[in-house]
């Protein structure tokens, strides 16, 4: 069974720093694209960032240039490097992965359990 499980939420003041990890453990035979997604207090969830198998990656406007996504391959760990927090980064954030467990195995959608972040002013 896969299992997505971040770590690295907490409290931190406005212009702090934060790095969310995210290790993906169970039978996985290939990854497609694994990003993080937040979810802030009384909204819907949105996009942050998002990583391709090829190494693409992409970012929600709202955190361009203070958010880097990077992937390390040996420890199946996805990485959210969060510099410049701002209030608004308040939220609940979920780790996203689009993973199969063989060749013929079509992919599967999975989500880690989230962790807080908080930002004070």
């Known amino acids: 069974q896969v299992q997505l499980v971040e770590s690295g939420g907490g409290l931190v003041q406005a212009g702090g720093s934060l790095t969310l990890s995210c290790v993906a453990s169970?039978?996985?035979?290939?990854?497609?694209?694994m990003g993080w997604y937040r979810q802030p207090p009384g909204k819907q969830r949105e996009l942050v960032a998002f990583?391709?198998?090829?190494?693409?990656?992409n970012y929600a406007d709202s955190v361009k240039g203070r958010f880097t996504i990077s992937m390390d391959n040996a420890k199946k760990t996805l990485i959210l490097q969060m510099n410049n927090l701002k209030p608004e980064d308040t939220a609940v954030y979920y780790c996203?992965?689009?993973?199969?467990?063989?060749?013929?195995?079509?992919?599967?959608?999975?989500w880690g359990q989230g962790t807080q972040v908080t930002v004070s002013s």
């Open positions: 990583r391709t198998s090829s190494g693409s990656t």
């Open positions: 996203n992965a689009q993973m199969k467990s063989g060749w013929s195995s079509p992919y599967h959608n999975y």
């Open positions: 169970g039978t996985i035979f290939s990854v497609n694209v």
